[in-house]
């Protein structure tokens, strides 16, 4: 099925251009109301036609707007302006704000006030342009950098769990070309009247085949910007903010008795899970020993093996990186099927150790974002938060106390790079780095011998787990970097494999799962 409609051929027809924001945007909020529980009620501030309420069928959804512009508008619990909407405080779970905040003339204060109906706990999503040109007559005031939005966010009280660009560069790459077939001349006489006639000559060809090419890099753009190859360099068309209210009340506000109970009860039973999980994780890693110690690794993979650790290229200690190598190996040995698959690569040591290993004729695929982690959702648990909220606030360190991974310009290159550094020739040792979120790239259609999953979070590794798992052989054998780390990882483990037969889970220094038929 085509993507856009072929534009008529008359001279004045304007074409009709892939719209990659659009789709980012739609990617985005369907991420975002997958985690909004049932029930919830959300508000969409400047819902305008209200182009997302089916995303939130789940839940109560309201909508919001000033409807002063002269265009069509889906019915509206609130006809207000977004400084001022006539609900109590807290009434709110969500808050949806998708290209509003420029035609606020106090943007300051409509961000105090989006803050002020969220209940504590409660979370917003905002999107607002950087580059983008002027619509909407007379309401356009503003366009945002990330530094004015954290600044405002901040100032309202908000804690910014991630921000980030809508589009990639070749969205705004396309824009910029759609802006020139929109306003180019499409014909010659819409040149006429503006110099000699004799200048036509010259000027016209110019003119017009600018405004042709201009639609055809356009739409190039546009697909590989829909295609997930995303180019975070240059500047972006649009930035999105996913913040959260905190909990805590106002300072000098006592809490209600039953609210500190509750509190302290729960503080309780996380000091008691915290005390559990360490004395299980202790009794793990000493009483469990890697069940191939006795196989020697190669000294070719023992080198790139210590010079991957020297590089800072990866988190792992050295006993994880041998785990990781000799279960390569072993499916080599055992003639066991299938690919070898890594999904969360980091900066690529442990995925550079495991292509040492293998055979160079089995195909390898290595899944990541290669850029900022994502967010974690709803089934994450507080320590999962708050160590994603470190992430964002820009204060992270990396492997060494360099730079983390998550805040370099270009970490595809990096770790190609590293391949090659380290003698992995990527196309020679049938490697492929898979740029992109798991739910979008990871489609497996063939067999798995081995799988080293580093997703983090519940989401990414619970796509994961439906998408590898049903093609992993006999024999074969995931290993879960996370699942004594967080709490998303173990959940979706546990809630993935609890009463599935066919299948042994052994509690190592990893977890490891074998499928036993």
Not at 55 to 65: G, M, N, S, T
Not at 230 to 245: I, L, S, W
Not at 438 to 444: E, G, H, P, R
Request: glycine share 6%; proline share 6%.
């Amino acid at each position: 099925m085509r993507l856009l409609v072929r534009p008529d051929r008359s001279s004045t027809a304007r074409p009709r251009h892939i719209n990659p924001s659009r789709v980012r945007l739609r990617q985005e909020m369907a991420r975002f109301a997958k985690g909004t529980k049932r029930g919830m009620r959300v508000l969409d501030a400047g819902a305008g036609r209200s182009p997302y309420r089916k995303l939130f069928k789940h839940a109560h959804y309201e909508a919001a707007d000033f409807a002063q512009l002269d265009s069509s508008y889906a019915p509206l619990d609130y006809v207000c302006d977004i400084t001022d909407i006539p609900v109590d405080d807290g009434r709110f779970d969500r808050v949806i704000c998708n290209q509003v905040l420029e035609h606020v003339p106090e943007p300051e204060k409509a961000i105090a006030e989006l803050h002020r109906v969220l209940k504590p706990g409660g979370r917003i999503f905002l999107s607002a342009p950087l580059f983008f040109a002027e619509h909407q007559k007379p309401y356009d005031f503003f366009r945002y950098t990330q530094f004015s939005l954290r600044k405002m966010f901040e100032e309202a009280g908000f804690e910014i769990a991630r921000m980030n660009w809508l589009e990639g560069y070749f969205g705004t790459v396309a824009y910029s070309y759609q802006m020139m077939a929109k306003n180019l001349p499409a014909g010659v006489d819409e040149l006429r009247g503006r110099g000699l006639r004799w200048k036509l000559a010259y000027i016209a060809p110019i003119v017009l085949l600018n405004r042709k090419l201009a639609v055809r890099l356009s739409r190039i753009y546009a697909r590989l910007e829909i295609s997930g190859r995303r180019y975070e360099r240059g500047m972006p068309k649009n930035y999105v903010v996913v913040a959260r209210k905190p909990e805590t009340a106002t300072p000098g506000t006592p809490k209600p008795p039953a609210v500190e109970a509750k509190a302290a009860a729960t503080t309780a039973e996380l000091e008691a899970e915290v005390a559990r999980l360490r004395a299980e994780t202790i009794r793990t890693r000493e009483s469990v020993r890697d069940p191939l110690a006795d196989l020697a690794l190669p000294a070719e993979v023992r080198t790139v093996l210590d010079g991957v650790r020297a590089e800072h290229l990866t988190y792992l200690k050295p006993e994880n990186l041998e785990v990781l190598a000799r279960q390569v190996l072993d499916a080599d040995l055992h003639d066991r099927p299938g690919l070898i698959i890594e999904t969360g690569a980091a900066l690529g040591g442990s995925a550079i150790t495991m292509a040492a290993a293998k055979d160079p004729k089995r195909p390898m695929r290595v899944y990541d974002v290669f850029g900022m982690i994502p967010e974690p959702s709803e089934r994450d648990g507080e320590d999962v938060h708050k160590r994603y909220r470190k992430i964002v606030s820009g204060t992270s360190k990396g492997i060494g106390g360099e730079t983390y991974y998550g805040y370099r310009d270009n970490l595809y290159d990096e770790v190609s790079d590293s391949f090659v550094r380290h003698g992995i020739d990527l196309a020679e040792h049938n490697v492929e780095l898979v740029q992109g979120l798991f739910q979008d790239t990871l489609k497996i259609d063939e067999p798995v011998a081995f799988a080293h999953l580093d997703g983090d979070w519940y989401e990414s590794t619970m796509t994961c787990l439906e998408r590898i798992v049903p093609h992993l052989v006999v024999g074969g054998r995931i290993v879960l970097d996370d699942y004594f780390h967080y709490s998303g990882c173990r959940d979706a483990v546990d809630e993935y494999f609890q009463d599935r037969p066919g299948f042994r889970l052994e509690r190592r220094t990893k977890l490891h799962v074998v499928r036993t038929m």
